[in-house]
């Protein structure tokens, strides 16, 4: 006989999406995906000025702070064929850059790896044995014996005082928990490290974006203007500092991020084989060197890996308008023309119908509508979207970089190429494209600062920033790499202004309910054959799910399978502080 077990939400620090997984002999043989949170932002933007909407989608996320926005403005290129100048490109790179090593790193040490690190068992570690182990695996300069001393004696305060605060509600203890306790002491260390680290990293976007989160972008460009001796543009001193801080991230990554991640994956081989999921890869390609219209000029690769087939990876076309559909038969949305037929962006709808249950309710029914989240698919198939999709689309195609990188984790942890299609191999993924990334992040840098060097100081192309220059009608589609995976926008734009607007996020398509043949997504497949040691806390559901980085809204809430209030996690505006 087999239980449903409900975890909702179930990311630490944003919430609203619930899993309903039913178990039968201590294995997950179906689940269910559903988002409990609605933003219409799509139809926000409608009727207004297509330059402006970058400043209203960008607020669909505040923790991808700036991809929504790149997205808009290259949608809004793309339909009225601007092409920005190379410092343009190269500062939204450089941007994006900052924003793959602040993501990543967050998620890895804040988001994820308090599924793999028991911290009250930090407090059973040798301080100097934790030091010979930091010393053996980096040359990060804290790391005496004395240092992690003090670290352990902090956590001790907290844990004698009964009040937790960051680390509460962990499930420490857990027979899924294996770290010895010096690699937990080690793991927490870098922890609290990450969080001061990650307030450096931000001042990327607010030097080229005058803030962050959401900093200021530009349809044509970037609004920063180039002026070497001014103190009111981007001065030498300033671009020096962009310099500095981008060592540092990479510093921090190769030093801290990666030795941590092996380190943690070496004792947790036996997920190289859990979370696997359907096996289909999408990339969308990002990071142009020659223009958002030259794909060939991406260092990440575009493509499409079908079932785990790293032999062949197959094209991807945004414009082709039966390629990409949008599915709401199980979405809490209807369609105009009926709900039995998928539609391209370009003629997509928000049509809220929402027939679900009223909080607070005991389990969803599955067997109609039962989640705000759309069901895209690429030519019929579901695909996984994200860090894993990148690398191994990058490794398939050959990219040095990729393969480098590949082959040097899979030889420290001494596991097959097979392991990477699962939630250690997801996990993986995702710090080894941020140390590419970190190195490609420089190189964007030196390449600006080469094309000022040489006299050039264009940042915008205002060309057709006219609307009277404009065509009647245009539509357009912007897309990148967002750090959760393929993220495109397409707009429509008609006299001037939006006629329609379509947001595909990586959760989209990773977090979506069944399709019409009733084929899952990439949360209910990967969550299959899964081993649940102890139904009453679930963390094997919660490592998988957070191995794809689930981008959704703040506060945390845990309930058990039959509504009972388990813990909360309230978030304190900085007003309160």
């Not at 990002?286 to 690769?301: A, H, I, L, V």
């Not at 199980?330 to 003629?347: A, I, K, Q």
């Amino acid at each position: 006989m087999s239980e449903r077990i409900v975890v909702d939400p179930i990311t630490r620090i944003e919430g609203h999406l619930r899993i309903e997984a039913e178990v039968k002999d201590g294995v997950i043989v179906d689940a269910y995906s559903s988002s409990t949170m609605v933003r219409g932002i799509e139809e926000i933007v409608k009727g207004r000025d297509p330059r402006d909407v970058w400043a209203f989608v960008q607020r669909t996320c505040g923790v991808c702070t700036t991809v929504h926005a790149l997205t808009s403005v290259r949608a809004v290129e793309d339909a009225l064929g601007i092409v920005v100048p190379p410092n343009a490109e190269m500062v939204r790179n450089i941007m994006e850059g900052a924003l793959y090593m602040h993501d990543h790193v967050v998620h890895f040490y804040h988001l994820h790896a308090l599924d793999w690190v028991d911290v009250v068992n930090s407090l059973q570690a040798d301080p100097v044995a934790t030091s010979a182990l930091a010393q053996s695996i980096s040359s990060w300069p804290k790391s005496s014996a004395g240092y992690f001393s003090d670290i352990q004696k902090r956590i001790k305060k907290f844990v004698e005082s009964g009040q937790l605060g960051i680390f509460a509600n962990g499930y420490w203890g857990h027979p899924q928990m294996k770290l010895p306790a010096e690699v937990n002491l080690l793991a927490v260390a870098h922890y609290l490290e990450a969080l001061e680290w990650q307030k450096e990293i931000v001042k990327v976007h607010t030097i080229f974006g005058g803030k962050n989160p959401h900093p200021n972008y530009l349809v044509g460009g970037m609004a920063c203007a180039i002026n070497i001796e001014s103190q009111g543009g981007l001065n030498a001193e300033r671009l020096a500092y962009v310099g500095q801080l981008l060592h540092q991230g990479r510093n921090f990554v190769n030093q801290v991020y990666i030795p941590d991640l092996l380190a943690i994956a070496s004792f947790y081989k036996d997920w190289g084989a859990i979370g696997e999921g359907f096996g289909n890869y999408m990339c969308y390609g990002d990071f142009p060197m020659n223009g958002y219209n030259d794909p060939s000029s991406f260092k990440f690769p575009q493509g499409v890996i079908l079932n785990r087939d790293l032999s062949n990876v197959l094209p991807v076309d945004h414009r082709s308008e039966d390629e990409i559909l949008e599915h709401v038969n199980n979405s809490w949305y209807d369609y105009e023309g009926g709900n039995e037929v998928g539609l391209h962006p370009w003629v997509g709808e928000t049509k809220i119908n929402y027939s679900g249950p009223k909080p607070p309710y005991e389990h969803l029914n599955v067997e109609e509508k039962y989640s705000f989240v759309k069901t895209p698919r690429w030519k019929g198939m579901p695909m996984e979207v994200g860090p894993l999709a990148r690398v191994l689309v990058g490794y398939a195609k050959g990219v040095p970089e990729f393969v480098s990188a590949v082959d040097y984790a899979l030889a420290t942890l001494d596991v097959p190429v097979t392991a990477l299609f699962s939630t250690l191999g997801r996990t993986a993924a995702r710090g080894l494209e941020t140390m590419i990334v970190a190195d490609w992040t420089i190189e964007f840098y030196d390449t600006l600062m080469n094309n000022i060097k040489n006299g050039d100081y264009r940042m915008a192309n205002t060309e057709k920033f006219d609307p009277s220059t404009w065509p009647k009608e245009a539509k357009g589609v912007g897309f990148m790499e967002a750090p959760r995976g393929a993220l495109a926008h397409w707009i429509v734009i008609k006299d001037g202004k939006t006629e329609n607007y379509q947001q595909v996020v990586p959760t989209t398509w990773n977090g979506s309910p069944r399709d019409p043949n009733g084929e899952r997504s990439a949360y209910e497949s990967t969550l299959i054959g899964t081993p649940v040691a102890d139904i009453n806390q679930p963390l094997e559901i919660i490592r998988t799910i957070h191995s794809f980085d689930p981008c959704l809204a703040c506060a945390v809430h845990l309930y058990d399978e039959h509504g009972k209030h388990i813990s909360t996690v309230t978030n304190i505006s900085s007003c309160e502080v």
